[in-house]
């Protein structure tokens, strides 16, 4: 399914200078905490249900804003989250639930709009290491000429929560990002000099 509302999104992100945008979008009854990721590659559009019991779902969208249809694993978490089977009799057909997500979607990013990284740590389940760890604390630098490096899953979690210029800052000063429980309210950047 080509997504056009999120090449709109994507232009007017590249426009304010922000790789994610957080928003919410309404399905008939369900709702869905959204957020779009162009920091990930390929790009992802990530949807938690609201709800007692919130249901994940990821979706990679591919170049041309592209969204197989194809739900595979989801189809059924999916249906039980919009109440359609059972209810109505109606099936889930995934290009049509797709079509009508892509005309719900904003449009417009904004700077209000840019998640915290403890907020994409909740609306991202997929990001495993250190989950009950979503506040940025300080930057731990290795020694350039030992063996140590920021792991491969520290440095993902780098990009996911604090985007593309920590990463780099990370690589360039062979430091891992290190992370709270508690809000420490500091940015990567205050400790980066």
């Known amino acids: ?17 922000s790789d994610v945008q957080q928003f919410q979008v309404n399905r008939g009854a369900a709702s869905f905490d959204c957020l779009f990721s162009t920091r990930d590659d390929p790009f992802v559009l990530a949807m938690t249900s609201r709800g007692n019991a919130p249901k994940f779902f990821r979706f ?24 359609v089977d059972g209810t109505t009799g109606q099936r ?8 009508q997500f892509n005309d719900a979607l904003p449009t417009q990013a904004t700077a209000q709009a840019k998640p915290k990284p403890s907020e ?3 609306l991202r389940p997929d990001i495993v290491e250190e989950r009950d760890k979503p506040y940025f604390d300080t930057w731990t630098r290795w020694d350039p000429q030992g063996n140590r490096r920021p792991s491969a899953e520290n440095q993902h979690k780098t990009l996911l929560l604090l985007g593309r210029d920590a990463l780099a800052f990370s690589r360039q000063m062979n430091a ?5 429980a508690t809000d420490t309210e500091r940015e990567w950047q205050d400790n980066a000099r």
Not at 1 to 17: D, V
Not at 92 to 99: D, I, K, Q, R, S
Request: hydrophobic fraction near 45%.
């Open 120 to 122: 994409i740590v909740r």
């Open 176 to 180: 891992s990002s290190r992370w709270s």
């Open 60 to 83: 990679e969208v591919e170049r041309g804003y592209l969204i197989k249809n194809y739900l595979g694993g989801m189809y059924g978490d999916l249906l039980a989250v919009l109440r």
């Open 1 to 17: 399914m080509h997504m056009t509302s999120l090449r709109a999104l994507h232009q007017s992100m590249i426009a304010i200078r």
């Open 92 to 99: 889930l057909n995934p290009l049509v639930f797709l079509g």
